[in-house]
C-alpha cells in the first residue's frame, strides 16, 4: 500500500526500510495483526512518503490510536508458512537545535508540582511500574542521589542521568527479555535500548517527571563505534518538562534525541508502540527476522553541494 504525503521542507531527508519476516512449522489458518511502522508526523518530522507492503496480500486499514500513533491493522484468512511485512518511509526532519529548550528563562527543581488537571492528563505517564515496595524505594533513593548532587535542579538531574546510564551500564543484546524489568537492569548494569529507556521512565515517573516509551529508528551513519546501535529499530523515551513540553533523552547513546532519530510511536510503555503485534489461530512456531536500513536521501547531498 502506498501511502504518498505531501512534502515539506527539512534540514535533511532520511529513507527507512524496515522488513520483518516471519516463518512457522506448519500453516497459520488465519491471524490479525496491527503494526506501528508508519513515523509519526508533526512539525518536527515530516512523512513524505510511506509504503507498507504485506506478503501474502491482505487490506490493510490505518487508523490514529489513542496516543495518536499512526496504526495499520489487517487479517489475513487464508493458510500460510511465511508472512513478510516490509515499510519504506522517506522522513524530512526538522534541523531543531535539541538543547534549545534547556536556555528557557525558568528553570524547573524539585518538587515539581503539577495542577489537578494537569496531573489528571498525566498520569499514565506519571505511575511507576509495578514492583515490590523494596525495589522501587532502591530505585527511589538511586533517582534521588541524582537530584541532590545536582542541586534539586531538574535540567541537570536529567542530564545527569541520561550520562550515567550511557557511561556506567553495558550494552550487551540478548541480555535482557521483554519481561526485564528496570529493577534488574539497575542491579545488572546491563541491557539494550528498551531497557535502558525503561529504567530511565521509572526513575522519572518516581521523581514525579511524566516519561512516556518511544519506539522508532536511529541513523548511525553505518558507524557503530561513535554509538551503541548501528541502523535498527531504537527505543528512547520523552520526558515532559514544565513550560516546555515532550523532549526526547536518549539513554543508550547518552545523547538528546536530535535529527538522527527517527519517532514511529509512543506509548505508556513497549507494548502500546511495539511495531508488530498480532494474534495466531493456530499452534505453529514462530520464527522472526528483522533487518532495517537508515541511509541519507542524495536531496541531503544535492542540498549541499
Known amino acids: 500500500m502506498a501511502m504518498p504525503v505531501s512534502s515539506t521542507a527539512g534540514s535533511r531527508r532520511l529513507i527507512v526500510k524496515h522488513t520483518t519476516r516471519f516463518s512457522y512449522n506448519q500453516p497459520v489458518q488465519h491471524s490479525r ?19 507498507l507492503q504485506i506478503v501474502p496480500a491482505a487490506t490493510i486499514i490505518e487508523f490514529e490510536d489513542v496516543f495518536g500513533n499512526w496504526a495499520s491493522r489487517f487479517e489475513i484468512s487464508q493458510p500460510y508458512t511465511q508472512l513478510t511485512l516490509t515499510a519504506e518511509s522517506t522522513i524530512a526532519v526538522s534541523d531543531v537545535d535539541p538543547f534549545a529548550f534547556t536556555h528557557v528563562p525558568i528553570r524547573p527543581s524539585f518538587p515539581l508540582v503539577w495542577m489537578p488537571w494537569e496531573h489528571m492528563m498525566l498520569f499514565p505517564y506519571l505511575a511507576p511500574v509495578e514492583l515490590p515496595e523494596t525495589q522501587l524505594r532502591e530505585l527511589y533513593d538511586y533517582a534521588m542521589s541524582f537530584v541532590a548532587l545536582n542541586n534539586h535542579d531538574l535540567m541537570e538531574t536529567l542530564f545527569a542521568i541520561n550520562l550515567t546510564l550511557f557511561r556506567q551500564y553495558k550494552y550487551v543484546p540478548g541480555s535482557t527479555g521483554l519481561e526485564t524489568t528496570p529493577y534488574e537492569v539497575f542491579t545488572s548494569k546491563k541491557g539494550v535500548c528498551q531497557d535502558f529507556a525503561n529504567l530511565f521512565i521509572c526513575m522519572a515517573r518516581l521523581l514525579g517527571i511524566p516519561a512516556r516509551y518511544v519506539c522508532g529508528y536511529i541513523y548511525t551513519g553505518n558507524t557503530g563505534a561513535a554509538q551503541a546501535q548501528s541502523d535498527a529499530s531504537h527505543a528512547w523515551l520523552q520526558l515532559y518538562i514544565p513550560g516546555v513540553g515532550w523532549k526526547g533523552f536518549d539513554p543508550t547513546n547518552g545523547v538528546l534525541a536530535s535529527t538522527n532519530h ?3 510511536a509512543y506509548g505508556r510503555h513497549y507494548r502500546d508502540a511495539t511495531p508488530t503485534a498480532g494474534t495466531l489461530y493456530s499452534s505453529a512456531r514462530e520464527t522472526m527476522t528483522i533487518d532495517v536500513q537508515v541511509v541519507e536521501s542524495a536531496m541531503n547531498q544535492l542540498q549541499s553541494q
Open 262 to 264: 527517527i519517532r514511529v
Open 33 to 51: 495483526h496491527c503494526v506501528h511502522l508508519r513515523p509519526i508526523d508533526d512539525v518536527y518530522q515530516r512523512v513524505v512518503s510511506h509504503r
